[in-house]
């Protein structure tokens, strides 16, 4: 019923910056918060930054300063600005999405992960 689709990961050097973007689509009554996650083999998955449906941010320490998350509510959308990337950033990025449906009511959707890869 519901997709979230993700583009934008690939390889960048150190210093550069990569924007990541989701889309949501299906039967989607509403949309309120939104956020990127990401994981490293081994470790568990964790926040990086999240946006409420009026555009409250919050942001991972280890990102803060360097990420920018953004929302166009009427696109169903969220973005990522990633700046003055750090191998350390190099992970799978997910998009998630809690969103209320025509059918099966509220929910927490995902995306399908995205590569992002800081290295020289």
């Known amino acids: 019923q519901v997709q979230l689709v993700e583009s934008g990961g690939g390889l960048v050097q150190p210093g550069g910056s990569l924007r990541l973007s989701c889309a949501a689509s299906g039967s989607i009554f509403s949309v309120y918060a939104m956020g990127w996650y990401r994981q490293v083999p081994g470790k568990q998955r964790e926040l990086a930054a999240t946006?409420?449906?009026?555009?409250?941010?919050n942001y991972a320490d280890s990102v803060k300063g360097r990420f920018t998350i953004s929302r166009d509510n009427a696109k169903n959308t969220v973005s990522l600005q990633m700046n003055s990337l750090k191998p350390e950033d190099t992970a799978v990025y997910y998009c998630n999405a809690r969103i209320r449906t025509y059918d099966t009511g509220m929910g927490d959707y995902w995306g399908q992960g995205t590569q992002v890869t800081v290295s020289s």
């Open positions: 946006i409420t449906g009026g555009g409250t941010t």
